[in-house]
């Protein structure tokens, strides 16, 4: 599976926008992007995925480079619920393969 | 909304001692998964678990440890002598058998200490 590179940490103010960027330099044709969280100690929590286009859903979106060597995870309206480590992970579907976490970002929302 | 529970929330052993997790994931679904979290730390992945049988492993999942799917609901993971090092947050996780995505959905957690 591919490598990501996320910042550690970045904050946020309550109501604006969280833009968290994900480098997967080396993302191969057939591989995805899915992002994950993890709030407090509780299990990672699915966010949404992507292979070439853009995609929204009632979470978040993603905006994934033209090259997608890079994509970035958007929270249009972040509020303080979430507050927690983002994972970008990056592997093929359809594979029931594991889920290889990094070190993610930690986003604080704050008032 | 489904969601994946598990039993015990927080398991408090001593070395040496034999533990089972246990988990009852997202009913029709058929791929299962223990993942790890020591303290502080990354979480990791133990196992996968699809048609009665281990599909992977990882090297962290040594003879020690063992998953069973005892009925049509409940999935296990037995330590068999545990030891200061397993202590850690034990996450189960299921996926769908339509595997157009690979969403894994997780459970609460079972928190292991070993004493």
């Known amino acids: 599976d591919a490598k990501t590179t996320q910042p550690p940490s970045m904050d946020c103010a309550e109501g604006r926008a969280a833009n968290l960027p994900c480098n997967h330099s080396?993302?191969?044709?057939?591989?995805?992007v899915y992002w994950y969280r993890q709030i407090h100690s509780q299990g990672p929590q699915y966010i949404i995925h992507g292979l070439k286009n853009n995609e929204t859903n009632e979470m978040a979106s993603l905006i994934i480079t033209e090259d997608r060597k890079s994509s970035t995870l958007i929270l249009p309206h972040a509020t303080l619920r979430d507050t927690a480590v983002y994972y970008c992970i990056v592997g093929l579907t359809g594979t029931a393969s594991k889920l290889t976490f990094g070190t993610g970002t930690r986003l604080q929302v704050t008032l | 909304e489904p969601e994946v529970t598990q039993t015990p929330s927080h398991q408090v052993t001593q070395m040496g001692q034999e533990v089972i997790l246990r988990c009852v994931p997202i009913s029709n679904h058929l791929y299962f998964y223990w993942y790890r979290q020591i303290l502080g730390q990354k979480v990791e992945f133990l196992v996968s678990?699809?048609?009665?049988?281990?599909?992977?492993k990882s090297e962290i999942f040594d003879d020690q440890f063992s998953v069973e799917r005892p009925d049509g609901s409940n999935f296990t993971l037995k330590i068999r002598s545990t030891k200061l090092e397993d202590s850690a947050m034990y996450f189960c996780?299921?996926?769908?058998?339509?595997?157009?995505?690979?969403?894994?959905?997780f459970g609460p957690g079972t928190r292991l200490t070993v004493l």
């Open positions: 678990f699809y048609n009665n049988e281990i599909s992977e």
């Open positions: 080396t993302i191969s044709g057939n591989e995805y």
């Open positions: 996780a299921c996926g769908p058998e339509d595997r157009v995505i690979d969403t894994q959905y």
